[in-house]
């Protein structure tokens, strides 16, 4: 089912008719003009299958063998320990389809590796979700708050809607190489590396500047003021720095369009 573009709300969703009961080659039963209800959401949800106290109550079984693959519609929990350290942390869900997912009954979101996943899970070598968005690209790792996460054992649980592969699940930590800010006019923003100082402003604009995160680009209305060095002055050294995006700050820009747009790196600590 489509879920963006232009006429969205003119797609047609859902079940159309004719819709027929086949008993047999020879017994066919429409049902196309029978009186039908619908229900909101699923069974899973409303039993909370994701909270590991409701979970426990149920009275539905969770089989450990075998694991069903590349089916529908099925629940999925397993556990684990938490990484080692305070990195950010992040689950790969690498191999499955569509769904939702929660940890230790704290939802992480719908996860959706691809628009075409339901025929082309995710691959390896393709799973690049930078630059312009496309179909043919991927986002396997999803966020999960260290907050969310306890000392010994943890649980995931996952609801698959498409089909996939649960096996090659894995939770990881990542290094922040830079970090960005892409916000208009009035907002208080922070830049911070966590752990780490900021070393470098890579980019710093206000205006109408261009591109995304890793490729930003100054436009002929970005603001006359050199906003890299301001950035420079208040941030470089330090683990984070936080402003509000002002003119008094940053200049007036030659267009209605009022945006800041920062990419900082990261001090990568090597020795």
């Known amino acids: 089912m489509q ?11 859902g079940i159309t008719s004719p819709i027929e009961l086949v008993l047999s080659k ?20 409303s039993s909370k299958f ?15 063998d075998p694991i069903p693959v590349n089916r529908n519609f099925t629940w999925y929990k397993t556990t684990f320990k938490a990484p080692l350290g305070n ?49 043919s690209k991927c986002v396997s790792k999803y966020h999960v708050p260290r907050s969310f996460l306890k000392d010994g054992e943890n649980t995931l649980v996952l609801f698959e809607e498409f089909g996939g592969n649960p096996s090659a699940v894995q939770f990881q930590t990542v290094e922040i190489g830079s970090i960005c800010i892409n916000a208009h006019e009035g907002k208080e923003v ?40 301001i950035l420079e002055k208040e941030c470089v050294g330090k683990e984070s720095c936080s402003f509000k995006i002002t003119e008094d700050k940053f200049g007036k820009p030659s267009c209605e369009i009022k945006k800041l747009a920062v990419e900082a790196v990261c001090k990568d600590f090597t020795f």
């Open 87 to 135: 990195k950010p942390v992040v689950v790969d869900l690498l191999g499955l389809g569509k769904g939702m997912a929660w940890v230790n009954g704290h939802s992480l979101g719908r996860y959706w590796p691809s628009y075409i996943a339901d025929k082309k899970l995710c691959k390896t070598e393709t799973c690049d979700y930078r630059g312009r968005y496309s179909d």
């Open 26 to 45: 020879n017994v066919i039963k429409d049902l196309s003009s029978n009186k039908w209800t619908y229900k909101v959401g699923l069974n899973g949800i």
């Open 190 to 229: 922070i830049l911070s590396c966590q752990d780490r100082p900021i070393s470098k402003i890579k980019f710093a604009s206000f205006g109408s500047p261009q591109g995304v995160c890793g490729s930003f680009d100054k436009s002929e209305y970005d603001s006359k003021v050199d906003v890299l060095s």
């Open 3 to 13: 879920n963006y573009g232009p006429m969205f709300d003119m797609v047609g969703a």
């Open 50 to 64: 994701f909270d590991i106290d409701c979970a426990s109550k149920s009275s539905s079984k969770w089989v450990s």
